[in-house]
């Protein structure tokens, strides 16, 4: 687990083009064992104690303080998603038209075409199986009955869909995925995924390097401690902690962001009431809404 100094370090080091993506993920995730966490580390115990305040930033109490983290870091995972969402979305704009044949042979090739049964009188789609009556099918448009439905191959499909993306014969879903995933797509859906691999493959570098980037200044930011505050055993268990901010008036404590202010800074009949009847839980919430402090 690298420290603090060394994340910023390394970040910068792959802002300037020091040290390549591969090298640079290696660095930070070596002797990385899933579940280690930071404060496990001697350099963040050492940093915390500057910053873990005198009392709680709550409700002021000295009794077991904790510092609590108000937002905490991004997955790699999910950084890489989202840069690659924005690449993809890029491509796309300012790629609308794909390249027919590849398109084609990408689902030819990765889908199995499960297609759906259609009257042969009227084309429209899924007419009534019925399990005892012969003829097999009834459909329920034309009242046409039959005992073989017909089938588009999925070339017909396909340049159906080339004419027109929205057409109401290439709407369902009948391309199943050959991999694990089992997908179930329609074509506009491939057409989705074909374009983002192209994004993707396109950018590999730049868009893993971005990604990283904001990993890594995520996980910068919850070493700095910038975005914690001192709590109680009490407050940090009792309160939703991600939804608290700083006190405007005292700029001291902390308040859940739907009261104006914190307890401390209550008009003095009001503060007295709460402070009397204080218990946390439930019943504190309950208080405060009785108490109009909202
Ligand atoms: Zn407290
Ligand atoms: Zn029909
Ligand atoms: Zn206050």
Avoid at 87 to 108: F, G, M, Q
Avoid at 199 to 214: P, Y
Wanted: with cysteine; aromatic share 12%.
């Amino acid at each position: 687990m690298l420290t603090y100094v060394e994340l910023i370090e390394l970040r910068d080091k792959l802002i300037n083009n020091e040290i390549g993506i591969e090298l640079a993920k290696e660095r930070c995730w070596k002797d990385f064992k899933e579940g280690q966490r930071s404060w496990h580390t001697k350099d963040w115990k050492e940093r915390r104690l500057k910053f873990i305040k005198e009392k709680c930033q709550i409700c002021s109490s000295t009794e077991t303080l904790t510092l609590q983290h108000l937002s905490h870091p991004k997955k790699y995972n999910e950084y890489l998603r989202e840069i690659t969402r924005t690449y993809t979305n890029h491509y796309i704009n300012s790629n609308s038209e794909i390249d027919k044949s590849p398109y084609r042979n990408h689902i030819l090739d990765n889908y199995e075409y499960v297609p759906i049964p259609l009257c042969p009188n009227c084309m429209n789609k899924n007419p009534g199986e019925r399990v005892r009556k012969i003829p097999k099918y009834r459909c329920a448009d034309c009242k046409h009955e039959f005992e073989e439905a017909i089938y588009r191959s999925a070339i017909e499909l396909i340049s159906i869909f080339f004419k027109d993306e929205d057409a109401y014969e290439v709407r369902d879903k009948c391309f199943v995925s050959n991999d694990k995933w089992k997908n179930k797509h329609n074509l506009s859906n491939i057409k989705y995924w074909f374009q983002r691999n192209i994004a993707k493959n396109k950018d590999a570098e730049s868009i893993e390097k971005k990604a990283f980037i904001l990993y890594l200044n995520d996980n910068i930011k919850y070493l700095s401690f910038e975005d914690t505050i001192t709590a109680c055993k009490k407050c940090a268990s009792n309160y939703d902690l991600y939804k608290m901010e700083l006190c405007p008036k005292c700029k001291e404590h902390y308040k859940g962001i739907q009261y104006p202010t914190c307890i401390q800074c209550l008009p003095e009949e009001k503060r007295k009431a709460v402070e009397e009847k204080i218990e946390f839980g439930k019943q504190w919430r309950e208080m405060e809404k009785r108490l109009g402090i909202d």
